[in-house]
């Protein structure tokens, strides 16, 4: 049984994530437990939510998407709201193309 942190898990790509890339966030709860009511926050701005879905798409990434992301929501007979932890986002910005 995960504590209490644990119940929910942001993800979010790997790679590394440049100016124009899109984002596509996924709140999953512990063991694919049902979870309801998603919301999606970069630092403490609430970017969608609540809803009943648990992915949200950021197009066209830009720096200022840069931050700390994650996400809340509410799980069957779980009382209350759980927070996943944090997740750092870093988006570069686009590469100069090499002069010939």
């Given amino acids: 049984r995960p504590s209490l942190a ?5 993800q979010v790509p790997v790679r590394a994530l440049v100016e124009g890339d899109e ?5 999953r709860g512990w063991k ?6 998603v919301e999606f926050l970069r630092e403490r701005e609430v970017l969608g939510g609540p809803s ?11 720096l200022h998407h840069s931050g700390r992301y994650r996400c809340q929501a509410t799980m069957g007979l779980i009382p209350g709201w ?9 988006v570069q910005g686009e590469h100069p193309l090499p002069s010939t």
Avoid: F, G, N, Y
């Avoid at 984002?23 to 709140?27: A, D, G, I, P, T």
């Avoid at 694919?32 to 009511?37: A, G, P, V």
């Fill in 32 to 37: 694919d437990s049902r979870i309801t009511e």
């Fill in 6 to 10: 644990d119940w929910l898990v942001l």
């Fill in 82 to 90: 759980q927070k996943s932890a944090l997740v750092t986002v870093v």
């Fill in 52 to 62: 009943w879905e648990a992915e949200l798409l950021l197009p066209a990434l830009q």
């Fill in 23 to 27: 984002l596509l966030l996924r709140c």
